[in-house]
């Protein structure tokens, strides 16, 4: 069975950096798509960033030029550096991951909180 487990969330100033962690366990093969979204309270999830196996990402106009992704498809691992935070990206992070076989992951979440 495959879980998705986010680590790296908390309560940062505004202005300040996080970086939030994804790791996969269990038997998961051939990942083409690691993303990561965000879901405020009253508001639906979307997109933050994601990266696909030949290294192309997309950024939310939102957070260009303040967040970067990353992945490591051997450690079956993605990255979300986050700096300049701002209160508007409050919200609970999910990371996502996709394979070539049609599967489809998601973690359980992890609240991130930018408020002085």
């Known amino acids: 069975q495959v879980h998705l487990v986010e680590s790296g969330g908390g309560l940062v100033q505004p202005g300040g950096s996080l970086t939030l962690s994804c790791a996969a366990s269990?038997?998961?093969?051939?990942?083409?798509?690691m993303g990561w979204y965000r879901q405020a309270p009253g508001k639906q999830r979307e997109l933050v960033a994601d990266?696909?196996?030949?290294?192309?990402?997309t950024y939310a106009d939102s957070v260009k030029g303040r967040f970067t992704i990353s992945g490591d498809n051997a450690k079956k691992t993605v990255y979300l550096q986050m700096n300049g935070l701002k209160p508007d990206d409050t919200a609970v992070y999910f990371c996502?991951?996709?394979?070539?076989?049609?599967?489809?992951?998601w973690g359980q979440g992890t609240q991130v909180t930018g408020s002085s």
């Open positions: 269990g038997s998961i093969i051939g990942i083409y798509y």
């Open positions: 996502h991951q996709r394979t070539h076989w049609g599967y489809a992951y």
């Open positions: 990266i696909t196996s030949d290294g192309s990402t």
